[in-house]
């Protein structure tokens, strides 16, 4: 075992923590009353290379490997999450998905603009009866012969509003159930593609979440990911790498609320002394300080074994289930340190702590989380 990270890592990291810095915590308060796009923000986000960390050169891609990906995702997720679910849609799902299960020309025509931040990707699974019940698609894929006939909604779209390209997942064959699903990719501008209602939403809320429809929507076949039927697991195995971000991004949210906390009990004073100097409150920080590295240690282990190209299934889903409840539990512990401060929007805690709830419910919940590892035990 190294726990080393290489110069390489580490310059990764340091970008960006000085991205998250400069860039993004200027307004972050404003953006999140306002529910405002960070447009500004991801545009650079893509001019750095943020956007398509770990596809391939060939591309437009960064080429880096997914420890790389996950140290960028914790220092970014430290004071914007909403940039970095962005930032963890585009990489996890569609840059991904893309790349490892779709065509030459797919790729040539899609993945190139999205991994330089031309354009920005959504993965459209989640309908308004089909959350975790994944199988239950009602959007329909109508096979007509040389294109797919799509109609239905999606809800809960990350990057609904903003996207440029989406991965659809529909049902083709009601009677195959799982095995009559497909993915087709479509474009924004496509007759019938309209963009719902965007949701007002408790944490995140500089990210845009929509609800999407289609009514009868031309794909061409030749946008279909994968041979008839692939969709699910198409979808399956994409979001098994989304859990590594997502689990990094519940990370990043627990470490940024541990450091502001650590700081403030430097600088607030109670009874004459530091707070930090009550026991109180070292027990509080000494229990977050080892819950995070023990989150981190979790995340780096998922991240590592995606690139040695092993088995990842369980330690992603450990990484995301423990990261995730870390997340909530140290951002509310943050708070507490900062007492009546830490409600107030200013110092940042309280946006943490409704940012932090997202991550047990997106791309698996903390219960399906459990079933996957459970299944994973005795496979």
């Not at 290379?49 to 960028?72: E, H, I, N, Q």
């Not at 109670?270 to 981190?296: D, N, P, V």
Request: include cysteine; charge should be negative; proline fraction near 2%.
């Amino acid at each position: 075992m190294n726990f080393n990270l290489s110069e390489e890592h580490l310059a990764v990291k340091e970008a960006a923590r000085d991205f998250a810095q400069n860039e993004l915590l200027p307004g972050i308060v404003e953006r999140d009353n306002e529910a405002r796009f960070p447009a500004e923000q991801v545009k650079k986000m893509g001019e750095l290379g943020f956007l398509g960390m770990m596809v391939s050169p060939d591309y437009g891609g960064g080429g880096m490997d997914t420890v790389s990906y996950v140290l960028a995702m914790e220092e970014i997720s430290k004071i914007d999450a909403s940039a970095s679910v962005i930032m963890s849609v585009n990489n996890s799902l569609v840059c991904y998905g893309l790349e490892a299960f779709g065509t030459e020309e797919q790729k040539q025509t899609y993945l190139t603009r999205l991994a330089t931040g031309e354009t920005l990707g959504a993965f459209c699974l989640s309908e308004p009866e089909a959350g975790s019940d994944a199988t239950s698609q009602a959007t329909t894929a109508e096979d007509k012969g040389d294109y797919y006939l799509v109609n239905g909604t999606k809800n809960w779209i990350t990057n609904g509003n903003s996207s440029g390209i989406c991965l659809v997942i529909a049902q083709t064959d009601r009677e195959k159930k799982h095995r009559g699903i497909n993915c087709l990719i479509v474009e924004k501008g496509t007759p019938g593609f309209v963009v719902g209602k965007k949701e007002d939403k408790m944490g995140i809320r500089a990210s845009d979440t929509h609800s999407l429809l289609f009514t009868d929507v031309k794909i061409p076949k030749e946008n279909r990911i994968g041979e008839d039927g692939f969709g699910f697991k198409f979808a399956m195995s994409t979001l098994n790498g989304g859990r590594i971000g997502i689990a990094a991004q519940a990370l990043g949210i627990a470490a940024g609320a541990y450091e502001l906390a650590l700081k403030y009990s430097q600088e607030r004073k109670s009874f004459g002394k530091q707070i930090f100097e009550h026991q109180a409150i070292q027990f509080k920080l000494a229990e977050m300080a080892t819950k995070i590295e023990a989150a981190r240690l979790l995340v780096y282990k998922a991240a590592r074994l995606k690139d040695e190209h092993k088995d990842y299934i369980q330690a992603a889903a450990m990484a995301k289930l423990f990261a995730s409840e870390i997340a909530m539990w140290a951002t509310t512990e943050a708070v507490q340190i900062h007492g009546g401060y830490g409600y107030v929007k200013e110092f940042h805690v309280e946006r943490l702590m409704r940012d932090a709830k997202i991550t047990q419910i997106y791309e698996g919940t903390s219960e399906i989380q459990k079933l996957v590892i459970a299944r994973e035990l005795i496979r």
